[in-house]
């Protein structure tokens, strides 16, 4: 008689919920199930009289070995090799950060994204006549407390970290620097290609 949405749940869990059906019972349910049950048991009940999924299954890449790219990637390694000192398409955020900052937590928060985030960590390569994508192991980022360089405003040192292009086959593709302003105030630095 419990209801979904009064122990918690939403929309994304809604969605998680209706995927692992799909994935453990091989079952196809409407979102709208789930949204329209009264409590579980009604819920339950729907999830019995659900569609079979005759779609075919999904194969998994192979993630260790390098993977052809999508249109969009080839797109963006080709406009790389034609410039590849274009900062066009760098992502940038600079975050005033005050207060007494664990760095410790930062890292591991970071770590932990890069970790559930595989375009965090792919890199991209020539082989042969096609362009790759390589899915690296997640690492741990190290965070280095820097200060702010001698003579040079906060603005011109943000203005030059975004400006600064990235080198996709290199990586990283994320670049995180955090600057230490004072003891209770640093400006964290995030661009991503």
């Known amino acids: 008689s419990d209801n979904f949405f009064e122990l918690g749940g939403h929309s994304l869990l809604a969605t998680q919920v209706i995927s692992r059906i799909r994935q453990q019972l091989d079952v196809e349910l409407s979102l709208r199930y789930l949204f329209e049950a009264r409590d579980l048991a009604a819920f339950a009940l729907a999830a019995g009289a659900g569609?079979?999924?005759d779609a075919p299954r999904f194969i998994?890449?192979?993630r260790t070995q390098p993977l052809g790219l999508s249109y969009a990637q080839h797109r963006q390694w080709f406009l790389?090799?034609?410039d590849p000192e274009n900062t066009a398409y760098i992502i940038p955020a600079a975050?005033?950060?005050r207060g007494s900052l664990d760095i410790a937590a930062l890292e591991h928060s970071f770590s932990a994204l890069i970790a559930r985030h595989e375009t965090l960590r792919t890199t991209f390569r020539q082989q042969g006549e096609h362009a790759v994508q390589v899915i690296h192991?997640?690492?741990a980022l190290t965070l280095s407390v820097e200060s702010l360089p001698s003579g040079q405003s906060l603005e011109a040192?943000?203005?030059q970290e975004m400006q600064r292009p990235f080198d996709l086959e290199q990586g990283p593709l994320l670049r995180v620097r955090l600057l230490?302003?004072?003891t209770d105030e640093h400006v964290l630095i995030l661009t991503q290609h």
């Open 157 to 159: 040192c943000v203005q």
């Open 95 to 97: 975050l005033r950060l």
């Open 180 to 182: 230490n302003l004072n």
């Open 60 to 62: 998994k890449a192979d």
């Open 80 to 82: 790389w090799q034609l």
């Open 137 to 139: 192991a997640p690492r």
């Open 51 to 53: 569609q079979g999924n």
